[in-house]
């Protein structure tokens, strides 16, 4: 991971085998920001709208797994 300020991560990357398919391994790079208020914003620039937050980096990063999961599952779904 890459650390361009106190506040601003890059490079973090979320891998997991997403819409049930253990043949398939998905890796997405992630960018987290350090919230002002408190705990982690996470996006996924290569899924416009995909983001997401935690208390902590780990919390938010398997958060962000989650989000990744979803947003694929509704493109799968709505195509």
């Known amino acids: 991971m890459r650390v361009k300020n106190d506040k601003y991560r890059q490079d973090s990357i979320v891998r997991g085998e997403f819409m049930g398919s253990p ?10 920001v350090e919230d002002e208020s408190g705990g982690y914003v996470v996006f996924v620039p290569t899924l416009p709208g995909c983001h ?7 919390e ?20």
């Open 23 to 32: 043949h398939k391994v998905y890796e997405f790079d992630t960018v987290v």
């Open 60 to 79: 938010a990063l398997g958060n962000a797994k989650e989000a990744i999961e979803l947003y694929l599952e509704n493109l799968s779904a709505h195509g």
């Open 52 to 58: 997401t937050q935690g208390e902590t980096i780990g």
